[in-house]
Structures are given as structure tokens and as C-alpha cells.
């Protein structure tokens, strides 16, 4: 990622993590915010221009990025979790290093687009489809580590363990590309990727059924050793903790913590069937939880103990997983309006923590706790919500936060800066030149 070395940014008003400000003048060296003045009514010479609401950049902090070719296919009929995941093998087995990259790329492009600075790609497609290693075993990691840095954004490639069908049960023939035998031969090769200007390797543990007890272990000490972030698919289905109960005699949850998983790096994405003594372990562990809102509704799979887990003391993340939409603000939406449903209440959070959870908790979910601020010495990461779209237009300006939550979505993102960098300038990728072109392209590629 290049740096511009220094530039001024004005911003007509800011989230300055407790109020909107307006008129601050953010200085930026070699990727990071060097000052931050507020009181700046008017813009100093020479200063870009970021006219309306500016937040922290976003963080998505669970995706699959090739999911995002079933969107609008998958929404056929009906179904479960499960003929959804037919669906998704289908779509899997088509990839390779060069159509996985396109696709990535014209992702990331999109994810910038909607405001998202940081990516944490949930990575499992290894090999080739009859689980043979390419001639570089990371050719797949290595081309979505490309992908985001042509797309202008930062990635935490959370290289994923995924050894089996289910508890005891080997790969099915779809799986195959996704396992490297053993959480041994996994971490070999993991090991031999490294972090880059804008992107850090991390861990996974696709879930408890797809990775031995045994072996829960070695992934575990492989990310504690790096001390990078490790992610964890946790009681997405109700069927996974039944078939835990029936052949270990616990949850899920339990069995992370009996094998060490559980602790403040780690994060389990979904969190959504869950007992109350499963609550109480992720949060005194500081274990944090990724809610995907639109992704647990557009699969049926319900809506998880978000306030609960929080009050636990587990810091919350949000993620698009699926990409049914690419939309971190309807995330940080869907998570409050989904709990009032669920409890006919309303306000279980303040938009500002909505957006902690969109920014700053997701990029230190992702190892890049630098980020999601702006104040001197973060990351110059920032995403401008535009105020006076049909959807922002109206309220008071210092009603920045609630406006940004409650109204605004992805099309209202008028710039994305990345480490100083405009990627977006006034709703156009400036990277990636036709980005619904190369969506399509990427899409009708696999459907061929």
C-alpha cells in the first residue's frame, strides 16, 4: 500500500468517538493521522475536501468473498442453512488462484465503496478440487492478499483450519480442497505467508465439527505464538451443538475453552445458539463475538445473545459474511432493530457504540487496533457518509452518529481514504475503474 507522505484532509464534520465535530483539519504522514484540529471552519489551502459526516474507517470483520457470487441465486425458494450450503460447494469448487483473485478484487472494490477500510477474509479454499496443494500451497491466500491491495483496502487473511465433514467424519469430496490433512501440516503451511503494509495473517477454526477436538489445540498455539487474531464460527446452528452434546457431552463453547481457544484475541463469529454458561465463558475469557446480522437473517439462522454477550464482556464486531449485502451500517442497524424484534423493546445500544462496533472493535478484532479512530497516530483511515442524500437529508448535523445508523446505508458513501490514500473519491473507485463491470465479469466467470 502506498503512503501519500503528507497531505491534509478538512472535514466539514467528524465522529470524534463521543460527538460529531464540526470543521477539523486531520494531518496525515506516511499513512497515519500526525494532528487533528478542530475549530477549523473553513478549509486550509491545499486541503482535500470531505464534505459531510466522516467517521473512522469500517471494518468488516467476517467475509467469504466468494460468497458474494451467489448473491441473487441462493434468495430462489426456500430452504435451510444446509441446501443454502450445496449451493455454495457448488460455487467453491469452480474457483482457481486467477478467477478467486478477479472476484476478490471487484469485492474489496466493493467493500470500499460501502466505506470498509479493513477486510478479515474467513479463508478456507486451499487447494485444488481434489485436495491436491497448487505448486505455491498458498496460491489461493496469496491471490486475495492481491485482490485487497489492488482494491486499496487493508486484509487479515484468518487462514482457516477446516479438516473434516463433521465430528469424526472425513472431508466429503467438495471439502477435500478445503483441508490440509492434519492442524499440523495447516500451520506448516500458514507459516510461510507473512504480513505486508496492508495486510496481516491470522488463524481460523472453521468450527468445532470441522476441526478434531485433538487438534483444536495446535491452531490455538500457532495464533498465540504470532499473537495474531484467531476467528471461530461458534453455534451458527443448533445441529452443531447437538451433535458437541452427543459426542462430547458439551457445548461448543465448552470445548474451545477446555482446549484453550477461548481468550482475548480470539473471536466467535455468530455466537447465536448459546447457553447461558456459554455466555458467561466467552465473556469473562474477553472472547469477542462478530455479529453478521444480514447473513443470520437471509439464512434463517436466528439472532444471537448480542446484548447479553456484551454485558458478559465480550467486544463486539460486525461482519457480511455471505455479502447477501455489503453494508456495515445496516449491519450496526440490523443488530439493534434485530434485538428489539426479539425483546419489543427498543435502544439496546446508542449509535455510538453501533459505530465502535463497526470501526474500532472490528479492527482490533482483526489485529489492527491502530485503527478505527481518528485522532493522532491511528491509522489515516477514514469513510465520509454523505448528509444530504434523500436518506441523510434533514436532521442537525451533530445528529451525525444516530443519521449514520439510522438512515444512511453503503450508496451514501461519498469518500474512503485508506492510509492517507482517497480509494473513493465522490463515489468512485479510484483503483478500480468499472466496479459493477468487474463484479459481473467475476460472477459470470464462475457460472460458466
Known amino acids: 500500500m502506498t503512503h501519500p507522505r503528507t497531505r491534509t484532509y478538512w472535514l466539514e464534520h467528524a465522529w470524534l468517538d463521543t460527538h460529531v465535530e464540526p470543521g477539523v483539519a486531520v494531518e496525515v504522514a506516511n499513512g497515519r493521522i500526525t494532528a487533528v484540529r478542530t475549530d477549523t471552519p473553513t478549509p486550509p489551502p491545499g486541503a482535500e475536501v470531505l464534505r459531510g459526516l466522516t467517521l473512522p474507517g469500517l471494518a468488516n470483520a467476517h467475509s467469504h468473498a466468494f460468497h458474494r457470487a451467489l448473491r441473487g441465486t441462493v434468495q430462489v425458494g426456500s430452504g435451510t442453512f444446509w441446501t443454502w450450503r450445496e449451493v455454495m460447494y457448488s460455487f467453491a469448487d469452480r474457483l482457481t488462484p486467477e478467477t478467486y ?15 470498509i477500510t479493513a477486510v478479515g477474509e474467513f479463508h478456507y479454499v486451499h487447494h485444488t478440487l481434489d485436495g491436491t496443494p497448487y505448486a505455491d500451497p498458498n496460491a489461493m491466500g496469496e491471490a486475495l492478499l492481491q485482490a485487497a491491495a489492488e482494491a486499496g483496502i487493508r486484509i487479515t487473511l484468518l487462514d482457516t483450519a477446516y479438516l473434516s465433514a463433521g465430528f469424526g467424519q472425513p472431508p466429503s469430496a467438495h471439502q477435500r480442497r478445503f483441508s490440509d490433512g492434519t492442524a499440523d501440516a495447516w500451520a506448516e503451511r500458514c507459516s510461510v505467508l507473512k504480513d505486508q503494509d496492508h495486510a496481516r495473517i491470522g488463524a481460523a477454526i472453521h ?12 491452531v490455538a498455539r500457532w495464533a498465540e505464538e504470532r499473537r495474531a487474531p484467531l476467528h471461530v464460527h461458534l453455534s451458527e446452528q443448533t445441529a452443531e451443538n447437538d451433535a458437541c452434546r452427543e459426542v462430547h457431552g458439551c457445548t461448543p463453547t465448552q470445548l474451545l475453552a477446555d482446549h484453550g481457544v477461548l481468550g482475548r484475541r480470539t473471536t466467535g463469529v455468530h ?10 465463558l466467552i465473556g469473562r475469557s474477553g472472547t469477542g463475538t462478530c455479529m453478521c446480522p444480514t447473513t443470520e437473517r437471509d439464512l434463517a439462522d436466528g439472532i444471537g445473545p448480542a446484548v447479553a454477550l456484551q454485558r458478559q464482556g465480550s467486544p463486539l464486531s460486525l461482519g457480511s459474511d455471505s455479502h447477501a449485502v455489503i453494508d456495515l451500517l445496516e449491519e450496526a442497524r440490523a443488530m439493534e432493530l434485530n434485538e428489539r424484534l426479539r425483546t419489543r423493546t427498543r435502544g439496546h445500544w446508542a449509535a455510538a457504540a453501533l459505530l465502535r462496533a463497526a470501526s474500532a472493535d472490528g479492527h482490533a478484532a482483526l489485529g489492527w487496533e491502530e485503527a478505527g479512530s481518528i485522532e493522532q497516530g491511528a491509522l489515516a483511515d477514514l469513510t465520509t457518509i454523505a448528509l444530504d442524500s434523500v436518506r441523510t437529508a434533514g436532521p442537525l448535523p451533530g445528529l451525525g452518529a444516530e443519521t449514520a445508523v439510522f438512515a444512511a446505508t453503503a450508496a451514501d458513501v461519498r469518500h474512503t481514504v485508506v492510509g492517507g490514500r482517497h480509494v473513493v473519491r465522490d463515489g468512485a473507485h479510484t483503483l478500480v475503474p468499472d466496479v459493477p463491470q468487474a463484479l459481473a465479469r467475476a460472477v459470470e466467470a464462475l457460472r460458466a
Open 207 to 218: 468450527s468445532v465439527r470441522a476441526v478434531p477436538a485433538n487438534q483444536l489445540a495446535t
Open 101 to 115: 483473485h478477479a472476484l476478490a478484487r471487484a469485492v474489496y472494490a466493493e467493500m470500499a465503496l460501502a466505506g
Open 271 to 280: 455466537n447465536t445458539h448459546l447457553t447461558d454458561e456459554d455466555i458467561a
